[in-house]
């Protein structure tokens, strides 16, 4: 590869760090990161097993990284001033303290900069894929730059010999790799979101589950039943009931439990020698979190897609639900509209005998009053009143020199004649509202006779339908009363009598009651038109 083009692209792939390295923080930043590293370091310190800047955990670490995933690259100089402060009361040597905090320091910025890269950043906890590539990248490579130059340091300061380099090198990277895995979860979880919604039902079981889990530390660390197994699920118990960041709360508190014992020489993880202690400890830290926290992330995961597929779910039935107001809307427009076609049909039949159409209208309103007599509802009154007008429709199909006769019909026209329900009935068939099969079904049996004379079908009683048998009183008794090509308008006693005379053989006997209490109702004079009803 030429030099030039090597040199561009690892430039280039450096050029987030080095632009976070040029924001200035502000000094309150600064000075509240490095006072939290400069205590996290001198408790890390107390832990120490086999060398006294080698511990089995150090917090330090997961604070590093939390801070720069966080506030980014700026809380650098806070974490380098806390590491050389506490080196150097420590130490007391300036050389060596800044060489341990420089190391520190890289530690977090490679750290950061590798999660931020290839880890989704401070949401790498969200999934567990990245949980791992945070435990390889953070935890295991770049705690390895800390070591290196820590232990390094240690050596040319004179302060851990040369035989044991390896061994406490082993023993910094160990405990940074599982500072960075046990706390940095932790801080960067409830740094992200530090508000708790705890219901009462939610506290009692974490108070439960807290003694419970105290309890236990006590018997597997305190000597008394030494199987570390039985922590297991307790850390499957928070992962599936809780949150992530209880759940890293509870490693931590694993950890400083078992931190705390072996440290006393209590608990399964006191071995024959301290490098042995030292590695069943962190074996225990390190498992503890990747078996937690990635199944606290599956349960994240699954949340999220449950809530995704309720809100899918919700969103769903809302476009459902606008789609058939939307296509109830259409079908009524087009129900309309057929209906209204219809009602021009009718009014065109009527047009051929200078009746204005005024016939199928009288005819809707007064099967509305005689519905309204027999008690039917006030949206059956409405429907029948809308849907009677159309009665006569098929009457389009039917020719002049017939529908116009002014004089009696043969047998072969009254036949044709007769034929007119079922061409309204076939005009009306194609609709699908309510108002439109009522239509339907008044057209085909408005001539049906209540002894079972009539037609299309010589229907009988009340096998006739109640909408048929209204319009057939109603249109009768219009008819009379109206002037038709075929004769001039009669009077409405005349009207009565004919109506009167045809109960129960062309009439439902109650249907003419109901005319009957309505005539007695209405003047005569409310009839004189024969336009209102």
């Known amino acids: ?33 490095a006072a939290v590293y400069f205590a996290a370091a001198k408790l890390g310190l107390r832990l120490a097993f086999y060398h006294p800047s080698a511990t089995p955990v150090w917090p330090p670490t997961g604070i590093a990284l939390a801070s720069m ?40 910025l490679v750290g ?85 919604r705890w219901s009462g039902q939610a506290m009692l079981e974490r108070g439960l589950f807290l003694v419970a889990l105290l309890s ?21 118990w928070a992962a599936l009931r809780f949150d992530q960041r209880e759940t890293a709360a509870v490693v931590v508190l694993l950890t400083l439990i078992a931190v705390w014992a072996t440290s006393r020489h209590l608990g399964p993880f006191v071995g024959a020698t301290p490098n042995e202690s030292l ?17 606290a992330g599956v349960m994240v995961e699954r949340r999220s897609a449950d809530q995704k597929t309720t809100d899918l779910h919700l969103q769903l039935r809302g476009r459902n639900a606008l789609l058939e107001l939307r296509v109830r809307e259409r079908t009524r427009e ?44 006030a949206d059956e009154v409405e429907l029948i009143r809308r849907a009677a007008p159309l009665h006569d429709v098929g009457k389009i199909g039917i020719p002049d020199h017939i529908l116009l006769k002014p004089g009696a019909l043969i047998p072969e026209e009254f036949e044709l004649m007769k034929t007119h329900v079922k061409v309204g009935a076939g005009i009306l068939s ?9 239509a339907e079904e008044i057209a085909l049996t408005h001539h049906e006779r209540w002894d079972g004379t009539g037609y299309p079908v010589g229907l009988r009683g009340e096998a006739i339908p109640l909408s048929g048998r209204i319009v057939a009183v109603a249109d009768v008794f ?41 005539v007695d109702r209405a003047p005569s004079r409310h009839f004189a038109d024969a336009g209102k009803i």
């Open 430 to 438: 194609e609709g699908k509202s309510d108002l439109l099969r009522l």
């Open 279 to 295: 590695l069943l400890l962190q074996a225990f830290m390190g498992t503890a979190a990747l078996v937690a926290l990635p199944l």
């Open 478 to 518: 219009d008819a009379i009363i109206s002037t038709r090509p075929y004769r001039k308008a009669r009077s409405i006693e005349e009207a009565i009598k004919v109506i009167e005379n045809g109960a129960g053989t062309q009439f439902d006997p109650r249907v003419v009651d109901a005319l009957m209490a309505h």
């Open 1 to 33: 590869m030429p030099l030039n083009l090597g040199r561009r692209r690892f430039l280039g792939a450096m050029r987030p760090l080095f632009a976070g390295l040029r924001s200035v923080p502000p000094l309150g930043d600064v000075l509240i990161v």
């Open 334 to 377: 087009l129900e309309d509209a057929y209906f209204e076609m219809a009602e021009r049909l009718a009014a065109a039949a009527e047009f051929r005998d200078d009746d204005t159409g005024e016939h199928a209208r009288r005819v809707g309103e007064l099967s509305a009053v005689l519905a309204r007599n027999l008690g039917l509802a």
């Open 112 to 196: 950061t900069y590798l999660v931020n890269k290839y880890a989704n950043s401070n949401k790498v906890f969200d999934h567990p894929r990245d949980i791992f590539k945070f435990a390889l990248l953070a935890a295991i490579l770049s705690t390895a730059v800390s070591a290196t130059i820590g232990v390094t340091s240690l050596a040319l300061g004179g302060f851990a010999r040369g035989a044991d380099y390896r061994l406490v090198w082993l023993t910094w990277w160990l405990g940074d790799a599982t500072g960075a895995l046990i706390f940095a979860p932790l801080l960067i979880l409830y740094g992200r979101d530090l508000h708790l």
């Open 69 to 108: 995933l966080l506030l980014g690259y700026r809380a650098g100089p806070g974490i380098f001033l806390g590491a050389f402060l506490a080196n150097l009361t420590t130490y007391g040597t300036v050389w060596t303290s800044l060489s341990i905090a420089t190391g520190n320091t890289l530690e977090g």
């Open 216 to 236: 236990i530390s006590w018997l597997v660390f305190g000597g008394q039943f030494p199987f570390v197994y039985l922590t297991v699920p307790f850390l499957v």
